[in-house]
């Protein structure tokens, strides 16, 4: 790849980029273990495997100075009543920020800090999220209709690391009570001093 300047258009309010050179998609089969509700997640599986979400990246070298930045769209739809959402990843690099500006949809981000410090910061069209250094990040689609689209931004050397929040999950789950969107406790997280 020569690293001549490029430009993309992203249709608003919120569309695929009109080029990209990685399509990533992730389907039901791919959040084993992350939906709190087993026999619903098992039950859903069995009926088909959804797409719950997709990834548009524009692909750069993978170093310190680039900046890897693309469109991450969660489709709307529940596990039970826990909401569609990422898989969710420190950076291997832990000591690298995001930012992610939200193009269309509802929804959250979830977040928490190695040593169990969590946040949780909502996303509509319009607004700016900074993921600062050492916080994992999960997106939810709260909507009940529509998808969740996201632009995204991060150094191109941070990496992923999934398999800590692939054991427990986030210490918050974003649930349906009441109709709405409610933050609840994960009962399977534990706090590092008990792993
Ligand atoms: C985003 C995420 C994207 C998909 O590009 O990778 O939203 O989420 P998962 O990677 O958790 O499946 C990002 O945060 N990159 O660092
Ligand atoms: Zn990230």
């Known amino acids: 790849m020569d690293n001549r300047p490029f430009t993309f258009d992203i249709a608003l309010p919120g569309g695929i980029p009109s080029t990209y050179s990685n399509h990533i998609t992730r389907r039901l089969s791919s959040m084993r273990g992350q939906y709190a509700d087993e026999e619903?997640?098992?039950?859903?599986?069995?009926?088909g495997d959804a797409l719950l979400y997709e990834v548009y990246e524009e692909q750069v070298p993978e170093k310190a100075g680039e900046l890897l930045h693309g469109i991450s769209i969660v489709h709307p739809?529940?596990?039970?009543?826990?909401?569609?959402?990422?898989?969710?990843?420190?950076?291997?690099?832990?000591?690298?920020?995001?930012?992610?500006?939200?193009?269309a949809g509802q929804g959250v981000m979830v977040m928490e800090t190695p040593e169990g410090v969590w946040a949780v910061e909502e996303l509509r069209a319009?607004?700016?999220?900074?993921v600062p250094p050492r916080w994992a990040h999960r997106s939810v689609n709260t909507g009940s209709e529509a998808d969740l689209v996201t632009f995204f931004v991060y150094p191109a050397h941070a990496g992923h690391d999934y398999g800590s929040i692939e054991k427990q999950g986030f210490r918050k789950l974003i649930v349906e009570q009441g109709g709405r969107p409610a933050i609840v406790d994960n009962p399977r997280w534990l706090p590092p001093e008990q792993r």
């Open 40 to 47: 619903t997640y098992a039950a859903l599986l069995a009926g």
């Open 77 to 103: 739809g529940k596990v039970g009543d826990e909401y569609f959402m990422t898989k969710g990843h420190f950076h291997a690099e832990i000591a690298t920020a995001e930012v992610y500006y939200c193009l």
């Open 126 to 130: 319009g607004k700016v999220l900074y």
